[in-house]
């Protein structure tokens, strides 16, 4: 006789039409420094297959109810096409009955039919159960990293007029997408694209870097539709672009999150990374944002040096768990 009421009989499968939002619910209610809605998880799968990716979402479902959801998808700026990128969470209010263990089952069954090399997946340290349910499915943890959080109703700018003052004086500008695109400024989108290939290329990670499609680029970053055209921000001098940084926000929470900031190998340790984030918050606190959140590797020395001063208060670290199927 089985133990098990048939109520509590959890099933996994594939994410059905009406079941994106309890997916996205699920996981943002167990991660919520890293938000998401049901309209974003399925653009990000569709966009995926778009591009001849593996990607898929499966949840995990009790007495009609979804509990829980795992992902796999093909990072585009990181690709190897055996390599895997994964996100899986159970609703803290059905944690501990074996909704980890099902989804982990299945997303394993998943990534050995498609002959995956490997996967990666975040988890936070100071998580009670998941470092220890990766290490008991065979993932070891590397690469580290901090999402951290700044307060707006408190973040003051003033300090930082004196740097604004003397970047300004030495010819460099900060331009939003929206004041770029109002410009008419010819072939915006690629050199938009140029700029963030080549400040991401020296971005800390846990996977070698590849060349980011345009279509990519034009896809997932500027038709990201939680993308603020107000705060996708490129800092300007005599005309080329030196610098950017981004916030989107996502249906899923009031706070803000980081796109990529970076600054062009000659105009690095001149303060234009904190120019841009100062402006970034500025645009925040006049979008009446409660927070940004940003993530970094915790080998990314400079980027977590301007956001401690700016006062990001970071989370405990998350590691990049990976696990080899050969
Ligand atoms: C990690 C997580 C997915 C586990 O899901 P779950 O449904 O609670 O886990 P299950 O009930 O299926 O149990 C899975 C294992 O965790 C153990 N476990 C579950 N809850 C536990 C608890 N409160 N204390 C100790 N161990 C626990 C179980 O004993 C089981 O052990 P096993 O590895 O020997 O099989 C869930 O805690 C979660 O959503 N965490 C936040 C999301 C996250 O960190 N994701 C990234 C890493 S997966």
Do not use: C
Not at 278 to 297: C, E, K, Y
């Amino acid at each position: 006789m089985s133990t098990l009421h048939p109520a509590r009989t959890i099933t996994v499968g594939p994410t059905g039409p009406h079941e994106w939002n309890a997916a996205a619910q699920a996981y943002t209610a167990a991660l919520p420094h890293d938000p998401i809605s049901g309209d974003e998880l399925r653009k990000r799968n569709e966009e995926q297959r778009a591009w001849g990716h593996h990607a898929g979402v499966l949840v995990a479902r009790q007495a009609g109810e979804v509990i829980g959801s795992a992902s796999y998808f093909q990072d585009p700026g990181a690709f190897h096409p055996q390599r895997f990128t994964l996100e899986l969470a159970v609703h803290p209010d059905h944690q501990g009955h074996g909704a980890g263990a099902a989804l982990w089952q299945a997303l394993d069954g998943q990534l050995r039919a498609l002959n995956a090399e490997s996967a990666r997946i975040l988890a936070r340290e100071d998580h009670p159960v998941a470092p220890g349910f990766l290490a008991r499915r065979g993932f070891t943890g590397d690469k580290r990293y901090f999402t951290s959080a700044l307060r707006l109703d408190t973040f003051d700018p003033r300090p930082y007029e004196a740097l604004e003052q003397r970047l300004k004086a030495l010819g460099v500008h900060v331009r939003s997408l929206s004041e770029l695109r109002a410009a008419g400024t010819p072939d915006l989108t690629g050199r938009l694209h140029g700029l963030m290939s080549e400040v991401r290329q020296d971005v800390p990670r846990a996977e070698p870097a590849t060349p980011l499609a345009r279509q990519v680029f034009e896809e997932a970053v500027l038709g990201d539709p939680g993308l603020l055209p107000g705060a996708y921000l490129v800092a300007e001098h005599g005309g080329a672009f030196i610098a950017q940084t981004a916030l989107y926000h996502s249906e899923a929470s009031p706070d803000l999150l980081t796109g990529l900031t970076g600054v062009t190998r000659p105009w690095r340790g001149r303060g234009v990374a904190t120019l841009l984030k100062v402006a970034a918050a500025r645009a925040g606190q006049a979008l009446g944002a409660p927070l940004i959140r940003t993530d970094n590797a915790s080998d990314n020395a400079p980027m977590l040096a301007v956001n401690d001063r700016l006062g990001f208060v970071r989370d405990p670290a998350s590691v990049s768990h990976l696990v080899r199927f050969t």
